[in-house]
Every structure is written in C-alpha cells, then in structure tokens.
C-alpha cells in the first residue's frame, strides 16, 4: 500500500471509518519524497532506535522502519490505532504505543526501549502541540538528533539569526541546546487536508551548553524579559520583566558595550550571557 498515494488513503480512512481532528492537528501526506527526504535527514540507520511523535497512518514510520533499528510511535488519537496495525503490519521494527508525548516521561521510555541503541526523535509533529513538543524532547537529554516537519514560521524562529525579525526567546532555547539546520519546505497541497500553512523540515543536534552560561535560570530569566515587550528597548523590557531598579539594569546594559536604545532581538547568546552575569544579584 502507498501511504502518499490520496485514493489509496482515502480508502483507507474510509474502511476504518475515521474522521480528520482538527483539534489534534491532523494533516496527512500525499507526496511520497517527504517522509522518505524527512528518514533520509533524520539520521536513521542502522544502530539507531527513533522515537516517532504522531505517526498519523505511518508513511514516516515505515521509511524510519526501513533504515533504523527499532522505531516507536508515540499517538494519542485511538482512532488511528486499527489503522497502524494494518498499514504496518509488516514492519517488526515499528511499534506504535498510545499516549501523549507532552505527559510522556521520554528519557525512561527511551532507555526501556531502546536499550543498546542510538535515540533520535523523527516527526511530523501535529502543529497544535508544535513548541511543546520541541522542547519536551531537548529537555529529555536523550538524543543524538531530533527531526521535525513544522510550521515554517517556527522553524524560521527557531533558526533566526539575532536582528532578524523571527529571533526571539524560543530561538535562543533552541540554539542554546542544540545546532539547528533548516533543511527543506513542504508546500500545502503536498497534504490531505492542506494546512492553510507552508511546512518545513528543521534538523536540531544536541550540544553542550555555552561555556559563557554560569547561571542558567538566570540566563532564560533575562531572556525572557528581553522578548517580553518586543517593541520597546531592552532597557525597558528589562526593567518591566525583572523588576529591578533601572539604573543598575542601564548600567549593566553599558558595562556590556550595547548601546542604550538597543533591543533584546540584537543579542546573541554570548551577549546575553554577559549581560545575566552582570545583572545576577541586582535582579
């Protein structure tokens, strides 16, 4: 069975009687080189165990199936449960377990089921769940490689480059923990139903945090209050999101070389760890 192929997926659907959820984000795909380029980019091969979030009737799955190890699917949609027995009926590496992967404890079931094995994450993450889910598997510590097919804005962001328009907090996360690599687009009629958004694919590489970064809750704490009012200046934003007096925090700001009407979006990790140090203990 072609999973990409639309008459084939409708019959599909139609034999088990399920219904699209607009609720759990569900978008199909009917173009056949997107799981296959996703797998390809993903890193799977053989040594490797991959855990998939929302297999959806399993395209990526099988493509994962067909290189890696061992792969298991994370769906919360019990609809789509009869419909993976069939579709990968003949995959023995692919097991398909129900739950939500943001209630999900990642690294144990990584470490149960992937024993001996290299865990990298691989998804078509439903958009509904797409920010949380990311930072559930960085926070989970436990892969060599997460692979994901997303909105693209949040794929810009996530790669954004400081003084671009899609840098913000969740840019800094994402580069603070992990190499981010925008790889390739998918447009929206390459899915059933076609999202009112274009797709695309972004590979992030765990790597150790910035030496630069002594204090880490502080850090995030700064940049959160940086982003918090986009449209004013760090001084600002600082002074409203960390309550401290605005004289140490201009003071702070200078002591770091940036000039007084600069805006959070213009730092880059190493410039915002200078300046968390210069601020812990005032704020």
Known sequence: MNLCDINQIKALLARHGFRFSKSMGQNFLIEDWVPREIAKA?????GAGVLEVGPGIGPLTRELA???DKVVSVELDTALLPILAETL????????IWGDILKTDIPALTGEKFQGLTPIACANLPYNITTPAITALIQADCFSAITVMIQREVAKRICAAPGTADYGAFSVYCQYHTNPEYLFE???????PAPKVTSAVVRMVPRPAPPEVDDPAHFFRVVKAAFALRRKTLLNSLSAGLGGQREEIAQAIAACGLPPDVR??????????QLSRRLRGSV
């Open 89 to 96: 009926r003949d995959c023995p590496k692919a097991e398909v």
């Open 264 to 273: 959070g979006e213009r730092l880059s990790i190493p410039q915002f760890a």
């Open 66 to 68: 067909g290189r890696a």
């Open 42 to 46: 993903s890193g799977a091969g053989p």
């Open 186 to 192: 998918v447009p929206p009629d390459r899915f059933i």
